[in-house]
């Protein structure tokens, strides 16, 4: 069935080094991709999209990446700061709802 | 803040009670959502109501009972949980495909 994972469940980085956060998912319908963060006591927060006829797509300090050929998706946040500490979830969508990945906790070293 | 909130933010109950939580939205969505968190799994869906008519349950027990009286507000009404149904609930909203979601109501069955 459709599945959507996270290679690494826990990542630890220094502050102001860049994070990568990786997710790969199974369904290759899926059009349109979303990763949130979630912080502690706190709902799932929108940080960024990606519809699969893009590659790359920037923020403010964050770039998703899509490969679709591997089914791979990725989240990069530059320069990373102590607010970013929080758990980080990918969720794919092949048509009206979406399939959310077990999340990935983000923890930021001083 | 998101535009949706959920009452109770915490909520214990005896595997005897009833109970229901309370989501509201504020963004003129037409479409609403549960959503189950338990630790270290993934995000579940758990009913999906557009235009204030379900359209998705994805087989949950029956001691879970939904109702969307309008477009603004969706409860989920609780009877005889069992303690694995604690759990963070959490509501969203969405018109489109990015979804809004609520800071949830974590349940605690005894």
């Known amino acids: 069935g459709e599945s959507v994972g996270l290679h690494l469940p826990t990542l630890s980085v220094q502050e102001g080094d860049n994070s990568i956060i990786n997710c790969a998912y199974s369904n290759s319908a899926s059009d349109y991709f979303i990763w949130y963060k979630q912080e502690s006591g706190k709902g799932p927060q929108f940080i960024i999209d990606i519809r699969s006829n893009m590659d790359k797509r920037q923020g403010q300090r964050v770039t998703v990446l899509l490969n679709k050929t591997v089914k791979h998706l990725s989240l990069q946040i530059a320069a990373t700061q102590p607010g970013d500490s929080a758990v980080y979830f990918c969720a794919e969508s092949p048509g009206q709802n979406f399939v959310f990945g077990p999340g990935t906790r983000l923890s930021v070293l001083p | ?110």
Do not use: I
């Open chain 2, 1 to 110: 803040e998101t535009g949706v909130t959920q009452t109770p933010r915490h909520l214990v109950m005896g595997m005897t009670n009833k109970k229901s939580l309370k989501c509201e939205q504020h963004l003129g969505h037409n479409a609403m959502y549960w959503y189950k968190q338990s630790a270290k799994k993934p995000l579940e869906l758990m009913f999906v109501y557009s235009l204030e008519e379900r359209v998705e349950n994805n087989s949950v027990p029956s001691r879970f009972s939904p109702e969307c009286p309008n477009s603004s507000h969706l409860f989920l009404h609780l009877h005889t949980l069992q303690p694995e149904d604690s759990a963070l609930y959490l509501c969203a909203s969405s018109q489109g495909n990015e979804q809004f979601f609520g800071p949830g109501t974590r349940l605690t069955v005894l």
